[in-house]
């Protein structure tokens, strides 16, 4: 399996390869809805191609379970990843590259 079909199935196992995920705007978009409690709202994502969805989708999860997990994220500039969130990111890609 090549890298990018294995990250739609696995995630990403490096930065490099998590970055362009959260870098894409509607991650960011979906990340700071559920920060700031707003409704998923599912008739919006009827309208964007399904990579907008399911990036979005996952903005939300990453900010749900820095929620749970105890992580205070402001995250403002879309291209400017905070180092916290970065450092969430950045552990689970590596604990996803021992599994192999």
């Not at 992580?71 to 590259?97: C, D, G």
Request: glycine share 4%; with cysteine.
């Amino acid at each position: 399996m090549s890298g990018v079909t294995n990250n739609r199935f696995f995630g990403a196992r490096s930065w490099r390869q998590a970055r362009l995920v959260l870098l894409h705007p509607k991650f960011f978009q979906g990340f700071n809805d559920f920060r700031l409690r707003r409704p998923f709202d599912y008739r919006m994502l009827d309208e964007w191609p399904t990579l907008d969805q399911h990036r979005y989708e996952n903005g939300r999860e990453l900010a749900a379970e820095c929620r749970l997990a105890g992580y205070s994220v402001m995250w403002i500039e879309r291209t400017r990843v905070p180092r916290s969130l970065k450092s969430v990111v950045v552990e689970r890609a590596l604990a996803r590259r021992s599994t192999n």
